[in-house]
């Protein structure tokens, strides 16, 4: 039987990264995503590709609203590889590029 619960995945670093929270992406999400199906998302309980892709585009959302122009143009839109231990194409050594957008992304929330 397949491993169905696979620890803490990227996503949830990415989110506390960002200083997001499960709320903020359920508001920001234009798809019906759930509080618990975020929740699942970051804990590692295994998800379909469809449900990996619609919190990779929820995340993303999420973030591009709250960014201004000049921040939208260096975004780097995130993939269900870089936010999933267990999707295909996975890399563990990914780098996020966006790490400079984060520190100006969670100043401006913190102000």
Known sequence: MEELDLGPQPLDQLMEEWGLSNND???G?????????????????????KM???ISRTLNITIWNQ???EEKEKYFE????HLFSYAKGYDAEFVDPNKALQESFHERRQG
Do not use: W
């Open 25 to 27: 992406l359920v508001e």
């Open 29 to 49: 999400s234009p798809e019906q995503v759930t509080h618990k199906q975020i929740q699942r998302a970051r804990k590692g309980r295994r998800l379909t590709l």
């Open 52 to 54: 990996m892709m619609k």
């Open 67 to 69: 960014m201004d122009k």
């Open 78 to 81: 995130y993939f269900h590889k």
